[in-house]
């Protein structure tokens, strides 16, 4: 699938996307005056960065070791504890730096925080219009032909000169993308595609589970021993969840016994791992076996062979995915509230359930966003405040984590299930060990379409698998989109998920049509073998509609 799409790709940069150059100039001073207004407005907040005041509004001016310094100085004096680089010790007042040490929550630092975030927000997009006007204006057409291809091993697509993947969120700065006088730009995006395939990819090692009891697939013993005894109903959902806990208080009790058990040399120490490793491994098999144990008691209540959540949710038309988690998180069954909804009666019961969940649906999109490929707690402590500007202590992470996961216990079984089938282990340099060698676990992915890819690590395995599949299936996609030339030639580019279009105004519904039943019979390829739906509607608009 992804070899056929070197040519295809090789089009579409041909083609070239459309680039206003004219709105380009206008959205870059538009930015420009507002660097100006920002800088003005810190001036007045810290008025000891007055004689920072030209550099602070020059829109191409970089931020040199003094002003840092200035900046840094007045976040600290507004409470702000700052982090600092290792090499130079200077402060870092990066966004996603700042939300992290809560200056956008501390109510004497917030309007600071807010107006230098917005200067270098608005000097970043500025500069990076400008710069995407050169490339036009070298054109021989005016458009934008970035070097598109394949870089990623997932086999998604990779873009440079310009990096045209990676343009600002911003309505404006997409606007300037903007269609030729007779034609309109028209996106096809899938909805929250990564989460579609991961509800595949937990139904599937069901399967894999299940063939691994009938002997039609290799796994350690132990792991055997946990499957047989709960397709053969020898122990119960609540007898294993007393494993479950026994396997991690006895855990927990010999990790915290660290200092004390390796104090007394190397052969000690040698003696606490083996013991360490033994109970990790009782600790994941026990969890393996409740979530096991719990899928199919779910499995059995809905008459279905496999269960998923994640399934269900999609299986119900125009659902909002972030509610139906957070509903799950917070003590409700999202399966019964939508049980026999359809259209209008489904988006009035999302309305109303919205409103009531109010902050919590946020909580279960960083859960979504975040907990598909297995982060764990600290993980998600740290994405929550740099991404989100969420600050949650590690126990609250730890407890959303928890709540995610029992909401998908699914996802959870195959995390579980693929951390216990490691394809080897393999001794390779570790960077946060000054390069001493260790052991890291090495996983033979495989995406829906069967494409192997190995990857070093839990949360690399699953997420080639997810991410790899929508590689192939936007690989199948460009393969069906040759056999409509008419569609073909107006692709002008494709962002990750998303492939945009620039097409004759009197063939925008025909063709319309046709990107949507390719789009999402490519995606049913992959998905409806496991009973995920699929979902793609393009948007139509004078310019690029994703904002």
Sequence with gaps: IVEPQVWDIVQMRETGMPWSQEEAENYVLAQWAKVAEHAAKLIEMEPSLAPFSAALSNPEAGIKADLKAAIGQAFSNRGIELQMTEKSGAFKIGEKDLRRVKAAVVEDA?????????????????GMAREVSKYASRSYDGRLHPNTGHGPVTGRLSSSEPNCQQFPRDPGFRAIVRS??????????????????????????QRQILDAYMDERAVPHD????????????????????????????????????????????????????????????????GFQRCLAEVRQRADAAGTAEWGSLRDAFSIDGMDIHTWTALDMFGHNPGTLFAGLQGEEVAAALKKWK????????????????????????????????????????????????????????????????????????????????????????????????????????????????????????????????????????????????????????????????????????????????GVKADCEPETAEFWPKG
């Design 110 to 126: 917030k309007p600071f925080f807010e107006e230098w975030v917005a200067l270098n927000r608005a000097k970043k997009a500025g």
């Design 180 to 205: 030729r006088p007779g034609f309109k730009i028209v996106s096809a995006d899938y909805s929250a595609l990564d989460m579609r395939v991961g509800a595949a990819c937990a139904i599937r090692a």
């Design 223 to 286: 792991v055997y021993l946990c499957i047989a005894r709960v397709i053969e109903g020898r122990i119960t959902l609540d007898n294993a969840r007393v494993q479950e806990a026994n396997a991690n208080r006895a855990f927990d009790e010999w990790k915290a016994e660290r200092d004390v058990a390796t104090a007394g040399g190397k052969d000690a120490a040698k003696r606490y791992w083996e013991v360490y490793r033994q109970r990790a491994r009782t600790r994941l098999l026990a």
């Design 355 to 530: 409103k009531e969940l109010g902050g919590d649906r946020q909580t279960g999109k960083v859960g979504n966003l975040s907990l598909l490929y297995a982060m764990q707690a600290f993980g998600l402590q740290e994405a929550a405040a740099k991404n989100y500007n969420i600050h949650w202590t590690l126990e609250e992470a730890s407890d959303v984590r928890s709540k995610w996961l029992a909401a998908y216990v699914e996802v959870d079984l195959w995390h579980k299930w693929t951390e216990l089938n490691p394809k080897e282990e393999v001794y390779i340099p570790d960077p946060d060990r000054g390069g001493k060698f260790g052991k890291k676990q090495v996983y033979a992915a495989y995406t829906l379409g069967e494409r192997l890819i190995y990857a070093f690590g839990l949360n690399a395995a699953l997420s080639y698998e997810d991410q790899s599949t929508g590689a192939d299936i936007l690989g199948l996609v460009m393969q069906e989109f040759r056999q409509h030339p008419g569609v073909f030639k107006c692709i002008v580019n494709q962002v990750h998920d998303e492939v945009l279009f620039e097409i004759p105004d009197d063939k925008v519904d025909e063709y319309n049509a046709v990107i949507s039943r390719v789009m999402t019979d490519a995606a049913a390829h992959y998905l409806s073998p496991y």
